[in-house]
């Protein structure tokens, strides 16, 4: 028998922790019901690009449903899921990420957000499983609903006049969006690889303005400090994990900071999590907002669209500093 699935652990990126990851107790929480939330959003964005909402309305038999849809896909023999590859760009792929290289400990499905094309491609690649697709449709709208809620709320912490100049973009209908379900496969082998850490997904900035993470109840996600240290984020299945992409980065010059994250492999425990990228459309400039330059401040970027920086964006390694090309010296 030919086993396709399981190449030689020595291909992954393997690192050395000097201590066990500990975790992290200071992740800004914020309660979207209360009201200073605005002001909690725009410190944690500062501070971290990265916090967790409670109380996020996201119905939780959404959550339950893709979660277990996911797990089924994610259990059919390799070959099935194939079918559904590669990811070029939308569909399923298999420790490969993106086309330069990269390797994980990690399968993975590439979804847009259009429903139309995910009808077309997903019908065909799913064929009687309708209610993957159902599902993934109902999830994504509702935790896109929530995204932009919480971007609407900055814009007031910001307190920027027009409280949807962030959210327009995802709700504009050619928002180009991306939704991406993980599944990291238990590495047994790594428990005799004693205090070394198998790498699930690269450490990378997202490029969109905001992306909204769910997962089961398995760490793995590490954000980047603002002094280089790596922390370990405390899962938690009942609430989602945002985090401040490049677009945002720029669109704040440099206020909101894109943080670098990364997911390392368990040894006993799958980890599955449910990623909402927000991006704008392709035609869309991305450049600070004149509100918040103040008529003074200059602008650290070059002048882009989305489109010149999400091809720029894929043509890079995972763990590139993408922004870097677009600054100004
Ligand atoms: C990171 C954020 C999203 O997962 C993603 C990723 C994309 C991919 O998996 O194809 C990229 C990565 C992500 C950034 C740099 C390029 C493109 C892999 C890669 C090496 C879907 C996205 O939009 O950018």
């Not at 500990?22 to 929480?29: E, M």
């Not at 077309?120 to 994504?140: K, T």
């Not at 709320?153 to 180009?176: H, T, Y």
């Not at 303005?209 to 405390?234: F, H, K």
């Amino acid at each position: 028998m030919v086993v396709l699935s399981k190449p030689a652990i020595e291909q992954f990126s393997v690192i050395k922790t000097c201590k066990p990851a500990t975790f992290f107790g200071g992740i800004p929480l914020i309660d979207l019901s209360k009201p200073d939330s605005r002001n909690l959003l725009v410190k944690a964005c500062e501070e971290f690009g990265f916090f967790k909402v409670i109380n996020h309305g996201v119905p939780t038999e959404f959550i339950s449903r893709l979660e277990s849809e996911a797990v089924k896909f994610f259990s059919m023999p390799l070959p099935e899921k194939e079918k559904a590859g590669p990811p070029d760009p939308f569909g399923y792929g298999n420790k490969s990420i993106g086309t330069n290289g990269d390797v994980g400990w990690v399968e993975y499905l590439l979804l847009t957000t259009d429903p139309e094309f995910n009808f077309q491609r997903l019908s065909s690649i799913f064929g009687q499983n309708r209610e993957m697709i159902r599902c993934a449709l109902d999830y994504v709208s509702a935790v896109k609903k929530m995204a932009c809620e919480v971007l609407e709320l900055m814009a007031e912490g910001l307190k920027i006049q027009q409280r949807n100049v962030f959210s327009k973009l995802l709700m504009d209908e050619q928002s180009d969006s991306v939704f991406r379900l993980n599944h990291y496969p238990p590495c047994p082998e790594l428990q005799e690889m004693n205090d070394r850490n198998l790498i699930g997904f690269g450490e990378h900035t997202d490029p969109q303005i905001i992306s909204v993470l769910r997962s089961n109840n398995t760490a793995g996600l590490q954000i980047s400090l603002r002094d280089g240290n790596w922390i370990s984020v405390p899962p938690d299945q009942n609430s989602f994990f945002i985090n401040v992409g490049d677009s945002l980065q720029v669109m704040t010059n440099g206020r909101f900071k894109s943080v670098r994250h990364r997911v390392l492999a368990n040894s006993t425990k799958s980890r599955v999590s449910m990623i909402y990228f927000g991006g704008p459309p392709l035609s869309e400039k991305i450049a600070p907002l004149p509100s918040l330059m103040g008529g003074k401040e200059d602008s650290l970027y070059k002048e882009f669209t989305w489109f010149e920086y999400k091809k720029s964006a894929y043509k890079t390694r995972l763990a590139d500093n993408r922004l870097g090309l677009f600054e100004k010296i």
